[in-house]
């Protein structure tokens, strides 16, 4: 089952404009990352926000986190035509063990040149 | 640094049929997991190994789908028989750190 929805599930956006993604999640979570996939290619690893954090920052890329809400978003500024792909959140499993990612369905995200 | 490997990239059969992806994790990885995402939607967890024993795999449809992972290093997912619906990409991905997975390029299927 899909653990994470995203919204929008497509944003189209001019390049240089900042693109917001937002995400929620149902169950509690240790932690929540967000993850870039290009046209037919595999999935990148963009950022790991905990917990008992509340917002993240590497290079151009935001990660906020509201636990209570049970929701994050991803900040892209200053968006270039090279961004133009689908982005992922997934959260762990806290339960056991095992640390597969439970992902949501994905935010396609196109940057028009 | 090699990443994950896998192969073939696309497959096309016809329902019913058997097939078998590959995945050569990066070296060194312990945790190897299959994932398979279906168009339009995310990745799903199908399985976890660590090492050769198997940590997680509650989501793989145990009725046609098999894993394995002998040596601890390569691993093989096998659908037998295919359906319409087991069309999707199949993700390998691995990690030595927890909560850090490498993804490779992933396995198209089409089933006809």
């Known amino acids: 089952s899909q653990q994470g929805e995203e919204d929008p599930q497509a944003l189209s956006i001019q390049e240089g404009e900042n693109a917001t993604m937002n995400c929620s999640y149902k169950t509690s979570i240790n932690n929540l990352q967000w993850y870039r996939q290009n046209s037919g290619r595999g999935l990148v690893h963009l950022i790991l926000?905990?917990?008992?954090?509340r917002e993240k920052h590497s290079g151009r890329l935001r990660v906020t986190l509201d636990t209570s809400k049970k929701s994050s978003s991803l900040l892209i500024t200053a968006s270039r035509a090279a961004d133009t792909a689908s982005y992922f959140c997934a959260t762990d499993n806290p339960g056991g063990g095992a640390d597969g990612l439970t992902f949501g369905k994905g935010t396609h995200l196109i940057i028009q040149p | 640094e090699a990443g994950v490997a896998q192969s073939p990239r696309y497959k096309i059969i016809e329902k019913r049929q058997s097939v078998a992806f590959w995945c050569n994790p990066i070296?060194?990885?312990?945790?190897l997991y299959w994932y398979q995402q279906i168009l339009g939607q995310g990745p799903k967890l199908l399985i976890q190994f660590q090492n050769n024993g198997v940590v997680d795999d509650s989501q793989l449809p145990k009725d046609r789908f098999s894993a394995e992972r002998l040596k601890g290093v390569d691993s093989t997912l096998k659908i037998q028989p295919a359906k319409l619906e087991d069309s999707a990409v199949y993700l390998c991905?691995?990690?030595?750190?927890?909560?850090?997975?490498?993804f490779g390029p992933g396995t198209r299927l089409t089933v006809l």
């Open positions: 991905a691995s990690s030595s750190v927890r909560l850090r997975q490498f």
């Open positions: 926000i905990r917990s008992n954090e």
């Open positions: 070296s060194g990885h312990a945790t």
